[in-house]
């Protein structure tokens, strides 16, 4: 996937010194580096036992899936109820 990312001048310099200096692209570097501080915050929440932010928005809502299927069964049964002449 492409994005842009806005970086200070310093700051982009001193990773292409650095990418180079260990024969590897922009691209990589970056890549390396993001994929290791998302490793480090996991562990982090895993050792404090805390849940990622967005779970307390969205992760939570995992435990409803029996109620939607519960919704789509009393759904269901409406739909069996109606007439005939009130079906298109």
Known sequence: MKT????PDATFRQ???LASSR???LKQLFTEALEDRLRRDAADRA???REAPWMAGFGKL???SAENR????VIEEEFERL???DVA
């Open 62 to 64: 995992a435990d409803l």
């Open 47 to 49: 050792r404090a036992g």
């Open 15 to 17: 990773a292409k010194v």
């Open 23 to 25: 024969g590897m692209t």
């Open 4 to 7: 842009t990312v806005e970086l």
């Open 83 to 85: 007439a005939p002449d």
């Open 70 to 73: 519960r919704l789509a069964g």
